[in-house]
């Protein structure tokens, strides 16, 4: 039998390499390198983190929600519920109360109970108009349109001033009315749209139709 024989030098060699494996590895895991600065472990074995990397969000994301518009992106109107502001008569006072219309008379503003409406000067006018009592409860205001029969037929918002349509009959009850039911008619359409108004009843306009000519 032949002997395998290892030279000094070999041995040497091997020697300084078994030395070398065994400082490289770490207790239970050899060959693991430690972990880099500045990384955290996560709970759970899960994925580790940097310190300025914030864990991602588990909340899903809202949809987008188009809010005071239709769907074909027209601006909608919503309804609204409150009082308007119409205006009666104060017979006699001379301008004391309100502005001086018709013969030494005030025009007086007056709140009505809320009411639902999409257009302010509509709706006003409507109050204006639906009333049909002479005498405005205790008050002592006069309504110088009671007699009077007519609707509002449309409020055109693209005109300049703002024109309100009126159709139907006006029954006044003396001269002395005209500038009244002039005065109720304009300052409760110019309250309600806070700028100048133009009205025509039957397609004239406001003073033509009131005209005795």
């Excluded at 030279?7 to 880099?36: D, E, Q, R, V, Y």
């Excluded at 006072?93 to 639902?116: I, L």
Aim: proline share 10%.
């Amino acid at each position: 039998m032949s002997t395998i024989r290892i030279s000094p030098l070999a041995a040497i060699f091997a020697a300084g390499a078994l030395a070398l494996a065994g400082c490289t590895g770490s207790p239970g895991t050899p060959g693991t390198p430690p972990p880099s600065a500045g990384a955290t472990s996560s709970p759970a074995g899960g994925a580790a983190t940097g310190p300025s990397q914030a864990p991602a969000s588990t909340m899903p994301e809202s949809p987008a929600v188009s809010r005071g518009s239709a769907p074909g992106g027209e601006p909608t109107v919503l309804p609204t519920t409150a009082s308007v502001t119409i205006y009666y008569i104060a017979v006699g006072d001379g301008g004391t109360a309100g502005p001086e219309v018709g013969c030494g008379d005030s025009a007086v503003a007056a709140t009505s109970p809320a009411v639902t409406f999409t257009d302010p000067v509509e709706a006003a006018l409507e109050e204006l108009l639906g009333s049909k009592d002479e005498e405005i409860g205790q008050s002592g205001l006069r309504n110088a349109l009671w007699q009077s029969e007519l609707v509002v037929t449309g409020v055109d918002r693209s005109a300049t001033p703002l024109s309100v349509h009126l159709e139907g009959t006006l029954a006044l009850a003396g001269e002395c009315d005209i500038p009244r039911a002039e005065q109720q008619l304009m300052l409760t359409a110019e309250h309600a749209a806070g700028a100048p108004v133009a009205i025509t009843v039957n397609g004239k306009p406001l003073a033509e139709a009131l005209s005795l000519k």
